[in-house]
């Protein structure tokens, strides 16, 4: 059975960093586009940052640019969110995605929650 | 950007009735390859989102055929034939045509 499985959150001062990290099994992950999408505490959905299948596009939503940073190793079939300068406005449940055509998710991780408070 | 709105905001509905829900762009979602990249998820409570609907009318894999998608450049409906209980939740609609990528505000389904 496909899976995403997403680790890293926790609480952290604002200023302060975090990794987050998303397992990919039982698909291929590297003919896949991936995405981080935040879900703020009883808030709606918003999209954070995109990767290429291979790694050579990188997107990210304006709030995020210059703090985030997307990358992916395709041999651990993993994708990564390097958050720095954290604000807290960036508390949410971070979660990973695919999409196989950039047209639409199909498939979502559970998420894992960065909480950024003093 | 492209803003998505979504009405109704939330949506009180009796077991059997049918549901609707409309998602307007504010630009069109007519991609080159003549799709349009509107999607449809629905978040169950305590749950992921799930993909319902992709590239306007195309039901994922598994999602009952009660549920359908209709539309074309900026207008979109998500229709529901005869809801169930185990359909609510809330539902977003998506856009990809061009990053950022967005979401409409959310419609929550209720049960009467």
């Known amino acids: 059975e496909e899976q995403l499985v997403e680790s890293g959150g926790g609480l952290v001062q604002p200023g302060g960093s975090l990794r987050l990290s998303c397992a990919a099994s039982e698909f291929i992950f590297s003919h896949y586009w991936m995405s981080w999408v935040r879900q703020a505490p009883g808030k709606g959905l918003e999209w954070v940052a995109m990767i290429r299948e291979d790694g050579s596009e990188k997107y990210y939503v304006d709030s995020v640019k210059g703090r985030f940073t997307i990358s992916r190793d395709n041999a651990k079939n993993s994708l990564y969110l390097q958050m720095n300068s954290l604000r807290a406005e960036d508390t949410a449940l971070y979660y990973c995605?695919?999409?196989?055509?950039?047209?639409?998710?199909?498939?979502w991780g559970q998420g894992t929650l960065v909480t950024v408070s003093s | 950007d492209i803003v998505m709105t979504q009405s109704p905001l939330s949506l009180p509905v009796t077991p059997g009735e049918p549901a609707s829900i409309s998602c307007r762009s504010s630009q069109s979602l007519l991609h080159s390859n003549q799709y349009h990249f509107l999607s449809w998820y629905l978040q169950k409570p305590g749950q992921s989102p799930q993909l319902l609907i992709y590239?306007?009318?195309y039901r994922a894999s598994g999602v009952p055929d009660r549920f359908s998608g209709s539309g074309s450049g900026t207008d979109f409906t998500l229709k529901i034939s005869r809801v169930e209980a185990e359909d609510v939740g809330v539902y977003y609609c998506m856009q990809a045509l061009q990053t950022p990528i967005t979401f409409g505000q959310g419609t929550r389904l209720e049960i009467k």
């Open positions: 995605t695919r999409s196989a055509s950039r047209a639409a998710y199909d498939f």
């Open positions: 590239l306007g009318s």
